[in-house]
């Protein structure tokens, strides 16, 4: 069973730095394609980033890309996304997501297995 606990969030003012951590665990991670999505209160969760099971081909949303780098480390079964320049309106809950297979995708219904999620607050 492949199990992913996020960390690394927490309360920080608009223009500062985080990163966010993703473990992986009960699979070979370099057989999945990760992703992270992110959810504000009363919105529907949304694409943030992904990037294929070799590392490589990372996809951005619009709304961050330039400011956000996803990254993993095939060794540490770890996925990272580097958040810099944060606005309040990244303010979310963030899971990360695993896809089996190269690529990953925007739709969520094409991972299989997801984290608890991490809370980001950013404030003004």
């Known amino acids: 069973q492949v199990q992913l606990v996020e960390s690394g969030g927490g309360l920080v003012q608009a223009g500062e730095s985080l990163i966010l951590s993703c473990l992986v665990s009960?699979?070979?991670?370099?057989?999945?394609?990760m992703g992270w999505f992110r959810q504000a209160p009363g919105m529907e969760r949304e694409y943030a980033a992904g990037?294929?099971?070799?590392?490589?081909?990372?996809y951005y949303s619009d709304s961050v890309k330039g400011r956000f780098t996803i990254s993993r480390d095939n060794a540490k079964n770890t996925v990272y996304l580097q958040m810099n320049s944060l606005k309040p309106e990244d303010t979310a809950a963030y899971y990360c997501?695993?896809?089996?297979?190269?690529?990953?995708?925007?739709?969520?219904?094409?991972?299989?297995?997801w984290g608890q999620g991490t809370q980001v607050t950013v404030s003004s």
């Open positions: 009960g699979a070979t991670f370099s057989s999945y394609a």
């Open positions: 997501a695993a896809r089996y297979g190269v690529s990953p995708s925007t739709n969520e219904q094409d991972y299989d297995s």
């Open positions: 990037i294929s099971r070799h590392g490589g081909s990372p």
